[in-house]
DNA sequence: GTCTATAGGCAGATAGAC
DNA sequence: GTCTATCTGCCTATAGAC
């Protein structure tokens, strides 16, 4: 039996999530192919086809990791940091980081091409929203509760108003290849929920 | 020669407009095809390519054309209504009546296919926005000094700000079809700039 | 301006050997 | 697990007749 180690070596089929992953989140689902992968990876396109049936199970995965690796850092974020409001300033810092590695945000480059995505893969972009909307959603009753942070109108509101500037922010400055623009969104929405 | 009438029909370049310019809005412009288009309109696609010679060719038409539509809204906009505030407002709703048809802002759409776009497709896309944003920047300006606006930071800054959410609001509203969610982002935002 | 016919390429996918 | 070989379908684009 091959020996384990403690922070493993990634096997075939997270290669190929890791390369695909970049894939979409640069060019879009649509916009890129097995060949793509398989060329990069130095393997054919058949052999992806062992790992992932079809392109929307392959779809479907890289959905499900990066929703699952999303959460890890809000549980992160939850652990590190007791304040509300410092809490609102790390999930933007989220965003900011994927847009520094010259990426979209994954479900938010999928919600432009939404109408040509199969079923599966709708449903869990609409999961991902969601999932972050309720994690905001709390954060911002928190906030109010302790006074750390202050808006006006219901938690859901302002919850869904910081998914879609964080997201719009990034859908906007990627093609200047601008940090800087996004970070000035950022500021200017967090500056508005400060108590 | 034809009677011209004042609110002429469409020749077939400006019907394959039309129709191109649903397609890209709704599905992104790497999603349909010459073939789409020839169907709809009942021609074949040798034909499309007698108005537009490449896809690139027609991708540009399509921004140029959207662009002077929305500059023209703009300047309607300016003529109608003499308070910042109610521009802003009538700017967002332009926005809203986008969505209403199902549709994302065009260059939003682009924006999230860019690196795979045609260079002076990727122009355009960045006119779009600068041209948002200057507009946007001069309202915010004049609604500071008559104090129907009121904002922190420099007009460039929260002209961005507000290009980012919308374009953002519409990205994440869309898949949900739900036109509320907007304008709660919407009215949010503006409830910030009021003075 | 629109057609038929066709080229040439790339897409996702499968069968079957190793 | 990975390969070769192959299929079918769709894509953009062009030549040339009408």
Redesign the interface.
């Known amino acids: 039996m091959a020996v384990r180690h403690a922070k493993h070596e990634p096997g075939t089929a997270e290669r190929i999530l890791d390369i695909a992953e970049r894939l979409v989140q ?3 689902f ?2 890129f192919s097995y060949a793509d992968i398989a060329t990069e990876l130095g393997i054919t396109t058949a052999s992806l086809h062992y790992h992932f049936p079809g392109k929307a199970e392959l779809g479907q995965a890289l959905i499900t990791r990066y929703a699952e690796r999303f959460a890890e850092a809000l549980s992160q974020i939850d652990r590190d940091l007791p304040d509300a409001h410092g809490r609102l300033e790390a999930y933007a810092r989220l965003y900011a980081d994927v847009l520094h590695g010259k990426r ?1 945000c994954m479900c ?2 999928l ?6 995505l199969p079923k599966p893969m ?1 449903t869990e ?2 999961r991902f ?1 969601d999932d972050n909307q309720r994690w905001l959603a709390e954060v911002l009753t928190q906030g109010r509760a302790d006074q750390s942070v202050a808006f ?2 219901s938690p859901d ?2 919850a ?2 910081i ?7 990034m ?6 290849g601008d940090l800087a ?1 996004f970070n ?2 950022a500021r ?2 967090l ?2 929920l400060r108590a």
Do not use: H, K
């Open positions: 640069t060019r879009g649509n916009n979209m938010g480059i919600a432009a091409e939404y109408q040509t709708r972009v609409i929203f006006s109108g509101d302002v869904q108003g998914l879609s500037t964080l997201e719009g922010a859908l906007v400055a990627r093609p200047y623009r000035a969104t200017q929405l500056a508005g």
